[in-house]
């Protein structure tokens, strides 16, 4: 069970969009649509952000929307904001009740 | 609406046992939830450790699962963690958390974390 590959950093100007991608193999991302997204501001737990590949929990704003495509998840966030400065983690279930997370992501906003 | 908060001890000698314990408040730990640890090393990512249900089933990350008991202690609406061989390696801050809206949910609250370090 091998850690899902994430890019380590991502940047973008308020008001763009950035995508990250979370890469996975096929015993994990490419079989289960159970692709979770998850930030983290410094020194704080990470938050619940899309679950089920494109899910939003209540209210996590419509700017941030999930896909998968084959081996790899993608979170796009739209509309940058000062507030999604942070870090995001992908998270995936791999089969026989077992889960796997992302490297991370530093996202940055210019 | 669940929160859950850790405790235990800071620093662990290395081949020691790292126990630590999750709270539950808001909720019974014997709701249809599936209750998590997940640990982060310095400066690392996030590392699924294992779950456990009230029933007492477990799943265990493989690479961590000869050295891993998570257990639930109704009584107390408490789950706990232990990490047996510890070393420098192990440590982390420590999270529980858990999918409360369902297993496959994602998890959508999570305790505050906790720092724990191999040191001797």
């Known amino acids: 069970q091998s850690a899902l590959t994430q890019p380590p950093s991502a940047s973008g100007s308020p008001g763009q969009s950035v995508t990250i991608s979370c890469t996975g193999t096929?015993?994990?991302?490419?079989?289960?649509?159970?692709v979770s997204w998850y930030r983290q501001h410094p020194g704080k737990a990470p938050k619940l952000m899309v679950y089920?590949?494109?899910k939003r929990p209540s209210g996590v704003p419509d700017r941030l929307s999930g896909s998968k495509s084959g081996n790899t998840a993608s979170l796009t966030v739209s509309g940058l904001q000062a507030e999604d400065e942070a870090d995001y983690y992908c998270s995936s279930y791999a089969g026989s009740s077992h889960w796997v997370f992302g490297g991370g992501t530093k996202l940055t906003v210019l | 609406q669940v929160q859950l908060q850790e405790s235990g001890p800071g620093l662990v000698k290395p081949s020691g046992t790292l126990s630590l314990t999750c709270a539950v408040s808001g909720g019974s730990i014997s709701s249809s939830n599936w209750w998590s640890w997940v640990r982060q090393s310095p400066g690392k990512g996030l590392e699924w450790i294992g779950e456990v249900y009230h029933t007492g089933t477990t799943n265990y990350n493989p690479s961590l699962k000869s050295r891993v008991t998570i257990s639930v202690d109704k009584s107390k609406n408490q789950f706990s963690l232990k990490l047996t061989s510890v070393t420098a390696a192990d440590t982390a801050v420590y999270y529980c958390?858990?999918?409360?809206?369902?297993?496959?949910?994602?998890?959508?609250?999570w305790g505050q974390g906790t720092t724990v370090t191999v040191s001797s």
């Open positions: 096929s015993s994990d991302v490419g079989t289960y649509n159970y």
């Open positions: 089920e590949v494109f």
């Open positions: 958390a858990s999918p409360t809206g369902g297993y496959y949910y994602g998890m959508d609250v």
